[in-house]
């Protein structure tokens, strides 16, 4: 196979077999950026670089994001609600997830061990959703009983805390 040299934010990278290496230093970037080549340019290669960690999704998995990312949410619907007096839309919820530190960086994580068939974004909007669909099913989301979901003008959904 031939080497595969690519530029990423400024760095160049090139692909040794395994794994992307920095060519100026000789050293693996980040699991963050080593993902992101892989997703921008895993097709150029004969055989896709593999994770350093197996993919845990599935039962175990989505239990991770429910309980890593779920209080995020609930927190953030309730003080939203809190000001607003009004749901919560899904797009909210999404981008708000997006701009926390600790949500963006679980999910970066789990999106990198996923198959990458749609952009970042897309992909934290549909966890929103997966977490939203789960509050109708019994024992399957650890907040069912605090947030209610309703169908917004858009079609999305909404959420806001359960009423009493």
Do not use: C
Not at 67 to 94: K, L, Q, S
Not at 137 to 160: C, Q, S, W
């Amino acid at each position: 196979m031939d080497q595969v040299t690519v530029k990423h934010n400024g760095v160049s990278y090139q692909w040794d077999g395994s794994r992307w290496i920095a060519v100026d230093t000789f050293m693996p970037p980040p699991k963050v950026i080593q993902s992101e080549l892989n997703r921008l340019h895993g097709h150029r290669l004969q055989q896709p670089a593999p994770s350093r960690r197996q993919a845990k999704f599935g039962g175990s998995g989505s239990k991770g994001i429910q309980n890593t990312v779920g209080p995020i949410i609930v927190d953030f619907i309730n003080r939203t609600f809190a000001e607003t007096n009004e749901w919560v839309h899904r797009n909210a919820v999404a981008a708000y997830l997006l701009a926390h530190p600790e949500a963006n960086a679980f999910l970066r994580q789990a999106y990198a061990q996923t198959e990458q068939l749609r952009a970042f974004e897309e992909y934290v909007g549909n966890q929103v959703d997966w977490l939203g669909a789960n509050l109708d099913a019994n024992g399957r989301f650890h907040y069912a009983d605090i947030l209610e979901k309703t169908t917004m003008p858009d079609g999305l959904k909404g959420y806001r805390p359960k009423r009493g």
